[in-house]
Structure formats: C-alpha cells, structure tokens
T-cell receptor, first 115, second 112 residues
Framework: DTAVSQTPKYLVTQMGNDKSIKCEQN?????MYWYKQDSKKFLKIMFS???????INETVPNRFSPKSPDKAHLNLHINSLELGDSAVYFC??????????????FGEGSRLTVL | GENVEQHPSTLSVQEGDSAVIKCTYS??????FPWYKQELGKRPQLIID?????GEKKDQRIAVTLNKTAKHFSLHITETQPEDSAVYFC???????????FGTGTSLTVIP
C-alpha cells in the first residue's frame, strides 16, 4: 500500500490553463505539505496543513490554491499556469507532537510541464 | 523562518572513500534534523535523523553529528558504494513537526 499517493504523475499543459494535483495519505498523519522541486533540485516548501487548517503559506503566488477536504487529503489547484511553474511537485505528510517531530513521508511526485 | 545552508553542492568520491556533507541552520528552536536521499526520478527518502538532545547517531555506514551551539550538523558516509550516488538533502524542523526546511542538496557521485 502506498503511504502517500499523488496523481497525476505527469502533467503537460499549455500556458494559461488551470490544473489540479491530488494527494492522499493513509498514514493517519495530521500534517500534510506541498513542496516544489525545480530544475536545480531545490526542495521549497509551499504549504503546510495541520488537521485541514493552513499552517504555512510560503510566499506562493495566489494562483496556487491548496484545498484540504479532510486530514487525509491535500489537493493543489493552479490557475493561469506560467512557464516558471514547470517543476516536480511533491506532496508529503508527517505526524508530530508538541514534544517530538515525526518523519516526513513524500509522495512520488507530480512532474508538471508548462509549454 | 528557518534558513538551512548545505555544502558542498556536488561531491565526487572514489568507491570506498568517505563522504561528508555539512549543513547549518539559523533557528535555535529547530530540534529535529533529518537527512534525505533522492535517487534520480524518485522521491526523497529518510536515511537518518537526529534530535537536538543527542550529538551523534550512527546507522551502519552512515552517521550524523550535531553541534547545537554552532548550529551545524553533518552527514558522514563511510566505505562509499556506487549505489550511494544520489542527491542528499539535510533539513531542520521545529518542535511540533509542522515546518520542515530543506538545504539546497548535495549531488554525490561515487566513482567505481
């Protein structure tokens, strides 16, 4: 069973289009994330949700809108796609407490190519 | 927010030699420091982690050291093998696990 799964794995689209990437985790974790990995391999946090509530929004354009219908799902919708949005987007989850931080589990990634 | 710096960005070693990757962090509240290995086209996966209440941790050929005073931590890989070739990321996280900040990655190549 895949712990963190995201779809689609590959996405090729034209500039100006709107697209969504879905993520689900079956680990029972409270916190989910979206990371963007660009061509230089930098892993940059975009959003963090804890129990469906937004915790972190790291200077991401408002064309990116995350939605968490429940704590097992965190979807990413992107409006008006631009060339610079081309990257691999990783969903991740973790279970932390006030005393200890838990391991971060990544999905397989969704490679977005904007033409 | 937290700022994690990682060096070197690329590293080539001969098979059997050791490899060392170093990271520094800025937020003294960070208390959990994982290391992730990412093979080409794959997801990052945890290889070892260390918490702020210990100074060193070892797991077979890999070890991590932490200096809280200086705010730096390092990954050591001994007896490197070709399958160790990958991109390695350090990260820092604050208590509660809601924030993970990654270094810029080190591309390690082990030459047979």
């Amino acid at each position: 069973d895949t712990a963190v799964s995201q779809t689609p794995k590959y996405l090729v689209t034209q500039m100006g289009n709107d697209k969504s990437i879905k993520c689900e985790q079956n680990l029972g974790h409270d916190t989910m994330y979206w990371y963007k990995q660009d061509s230089k391999k930098f892993l940059k946090i975009m959003f963090s949700y804890n129990n469906k509530e937004l915790i972190i929004n790291e200077t991401v354009p408002n064309r990116f809108s995350p939605k968490s219908p429940d704590k097992a799902h965190l979807n990413l919708h992107i409006n008006s796609l631009e060339l610079g949005d081309s990257a691999v987007y990783f969903c991740a989850s973790s279970q932390g407490t006030s005393a200890n931080t838990g391991e971060l589990f990544f999905g397989e990634g969704s490679r977005l190519t904007v033409l | 927010g937290e700022n994690v710096e990682q060096h070197p960005s690329t590293l080539s070693v001969q098979e059997g030699d050791s490899a060392v990757i170093k990271c520094t962090y800025s937020d003294s509240a960070s208390n959990y420091f994982p290391w992730y290995k990412q093979e080409l086209g794959k997801r990052p996966q945890l290889i070892i982690d260390i918490r702020s209440n210990v100074g060193e941790k070892k797991d077979q050929r890999i070890a991590v050291t932490l200096n809280k005073t200086a705010k730096h931590f390092s990954l050591h890989i001994t007896e490197t093998q070709p399958e160790d070739s990958a991109v390695y990321f350090c990260a820092a996280s604050t208590r509660g696990g809601n924030q993970f900040y990654f270094g810029t990655g080190t591309s390690l190549t082990v030459i047979p």
